[in-house]
T-cell receptor, first 111, second 113 residues
Framework: GENVEQHPSTLSVQEGDSAVIKCTYS??????FPWYKQELGKRPQLIID?????GEKKDQRIAVTLNKTAKHFSLHITETQPEDSAVYFC??????????FGTGTSLTVIP | DTAVSQTPKYLVTQMGNDKSIKCEQN?????MYWYKQDSKKFLKIMFS???????INETVPNRFSPKSPDKAHLNLHINSLELGDSAVYFC????????????FGSGTRLTVV
């Protein structure tokens, strides 16, 4: 199966700073990479995703970059706000839609 | 209208009991899943059903059994509950196609005492 590593496990940033979370994977056949945000006591929700034929995707303050050769992808959040505080999960997907989740990053944005 | 709904939201029960968690989706998705999220927040897949066929079973004890009466429902039955079963259980659904994200249910917090 796929081995997904996510770092860091916890991250604290000052409001307005940037936050970066990185995931690495092992199977070069993986070709879809979504990111989920889980607020305290709530369900994980998809915030951004990227496919293997794209190197970068941006949606307002969040962006995802993918390096297929190195088998890693990263979530970038700029101008962080307190409401960005949550647990973020990366996922790696093979054909057949088997999702493998990272271990999560607890992000705290300090006002 | 909630896309993926789970009941109950909270479940407290004694060791040894048998319990069920229900999940329904109104998105017309073909694939439904059960995930277990432990106290460390790890999301671990338990089962996947595609058109009522089990396609993933990730070394889950056979005390756990998924039941899918139709493609809109995937219920989770747990027999002889143990303390280690305490966790949040999430149902999710997806189209089964590449590039489509999951939609998660709101979760069921199971506490075994």
């Amino acid at each position: 199966g796929e081995n997904v590593e996510q770092h860091p496990s916890t991250l604290s940033v000052q409001e307005g700073d940037s936050a970066v979370i990185k995931c690495t994977y092992s199977d070069s056949a993986s070709n879809y990479f979504p990111w989920y945000k889980q607020e305290l006591g709530k369900r994980p929700q998809l915030i951004i995703d990227i496919r293997s034929n794209v190197g970068e995707k941006k949606d307002q303050r969040i962006a995802v970059t993918l390096n297929k050769t190195a088998k890693h992808f990263s979530l970038h959040i700029t101008e962080t706000q307190p409401e960005d505080s949550a647990v973020y999960f990366c996922a790696v997907v093979h054909t057949g839609n088997q999702f493998y989740f990272g271990t999560g990053t607890s992000l705290t944005v300090i006002p | 209208d909630t896309a993926v709904s789970q009941t109950p939201k909270y479940l407290v029960t004694q060791m040894g009991n048998d319990k069920s968690i229900k999940c329904e989706q109104n998105l017309g998705h073909d694939t439904m899943y059960w995930y277990k999220q432990d106290s460390k927040k790890f999301l671990k897949i338990m089962f996947s059903y595609n058109n009522k066929e089990l396609i993933i079973n990730e070394t889950v004890p056979n005390r756990f059994s998924p039941k899918s009466p139709d493609k809109a429902h995937l219920n989770l039955h747990i027999n002889s509950l143990e303390l280690g079963d305490s966790a949040v259980y999430f149902c999710a659904s997806g189209t089964g196609g590449l590039g489509d994200g999951y939609t998660f249910g709101s979760g069921t917090r199971l506490t075994v005492v």
